[in-house]
């Protein structure tokens, strides 16, 4: 069992399980090659379960300077 950090921030995001590999593709976004199930956690937000052994995170983020401070600040 490994766990990656999907998103750093305050209130982070973690995927657990066996993770094969993990490929950075820029732009936020990254992929990932799990066996098996992987699991997800987000804080408060709850937990979710994969269902595919090929996972892609993208993180949706703001380009507007003050918002971008803004919505890292809530996150």
Do not use: W
């Not at 937000?45 to 703001?62: A, D, F, I, P, W």
């Amino acid at each position: 069992m490994k766990k990656v950090v999907l998103e750093p921030s305050t209130n982070t995001h973690t995927l657990q399980g066996n993770v094969v590999s993990t490929t950075d593709l820029g732009d936020a976004k990254l992929l990932l090659d799990i066996q098996g199930a992987g699991i997800v956690t987000h804080g408060e937000h709850g937990t979710l379960r994969t269902e595919s052994s090929n996972v892609m995170k993208v993180v949706q983020k703001e380009y507007n300077p003050v918002t971008e401070v803004m919505q890292n600040a809530f996150d």
